[in-house]
């Protein structure tokens, strides 16, 4: 694991949604799965099964959405969730 990562956290209310957003300056998704060995995937499964379990039990549904970001020459900047 490489250290001096950037983890950033926003929070916002947009009329009845809570928006939970979170970017982070890693390799990016697709450098990661090219390592492979280097990351579990557990958390965005850990995620998709909160999601799922809560999804079943509440009226009002939660849900997330991956964005890869890039500088301008197509270099990966990290991810946001």
Known sequence: MKSGGKLNVKI????????IEISDNGIGRQKAA????ESTGKGLKV?????????????????????????????PLGTRV
């Open 12 to 19: 916002r209310k947009e009329v009845y949604d809570l928006i």
């Open 47 to 75: 995620m998709d099964e909160l999601y799922r379990i809560c999804n079943k039990y509440y009226d009002e549904k939660i849900g997330s959405e991956i964005t890869d970001l890039f500088d301008r020459d197509g270099t």
């Open 34 to 37: 090219e390592m492979k060995g």
